[in-house]
């Protein structure tokens, strides 16, 4: 039972430079989301999903574009790499987006320094 | 609007000593609260979730969290600390119904010592 799957872990960029954090489960989520987590500003939401080919900005989406061709995949790319980009990102499913109280899985995160 | 304040950052007890993290939150609806823990370089791991059903929930490991509407309050307790529960703590929530779009408080960073 893999739950949901971030790669990769760590990740040093430069400023400039174009990357994808990977996100995957196996649930047959139809919510995805991704959260980036700084010091003392607790989880702040980038974009979520809300079932395949459908897609939306959270509180945070400059600077991030996301795709979502199957219920499975969530990529979060990164145009164009900047200092302030430097942050801890998760990402999180579950399983309808209306249902009050559905428990929220995370990833395990992703390090992302950008120099 | 919601919105969600853990009033302490940084909480430090001694082993074998009651945990009390404190959230109060702020929403024109119906919440549901969670409280998730995350250990040094993991992900988020839920302790524990408030859905309108009864307002004393018992979670992993011990922890449990009463919902007080009066107090707009959803305290985190636990009766005796273990070493193992160090690591930081996040009040959630979320509108019942409003959609999975989760408002995070800032977390409280949880020391035990010796």
């Known amino acids: 039972n893999a739950g949901v799957t971030q790669t990769p872990k760590f990740q040093v960029l430069k400023t400039g430079q174009s990357m994808t954090l990977q996100c995957a489960q196996d649930?047959?989520?139809?919510?995805m989301s991704w959260y980036r987590q700084d010091p003392g500003m607790g989880l702040r939401l980038i974009h979520y999903s809300v079932g395949a080919g459908i897609t939306d900005q959270g509180e945070v989406p400059n600077g991030y574009n996301v795709s979502r061709s199957t219920t499975e995949d969530f990529p979060l790319r990164l145009l164009s790499a900047a200092p302030s980009q430097t942050s801890v990102y998760f990402c999180a499913s579950s399983l309808s987006r209306t249902a009050s109280g559905n428990t929220i899985y995370f990833g395990e995160g992703s390090w992302l320094t950008v120099v | 609007a919601q919105s969600v304040t853990q009033l302490d950052s940084h909480v430090s007890v001694s082993e074998g000593t009651p945990v009390l993290l404190r959230c109060n939150y702020s929403?024109?609806?119906?919440?549901?609260l969670f409280w998730y823990v995350q250990h040094p370089n993991k992900g988020l791991q839920l302790l524990l979730k408030y859905t309108s059903a009864a307002t004393l929930v018992k979670g992993i490991n011990g922890f449990e969290a009463e919902f007080k509407k009066s107090e707009t309050s959803f305290h985190l307790t636990k009766p005796s600390a273990h070493m193992s529960d160090a690591a930081e703590y996040f009040c959630?929530?979320?509108?019942?119904?409003?959609?999975?779009?989760?408002?995070f408080g800032t977390g409280t960073q949880l020391k035990v010592e010796l």
């Open positions: 929403s024109s609806y119906s919440p549901s």
């Open positions: 649930m047959n989520h139809e919510y």
């Open positions: 959630v929530v979320t509108l019942t119904g409003g959609g999975n779009k989760l408002t």
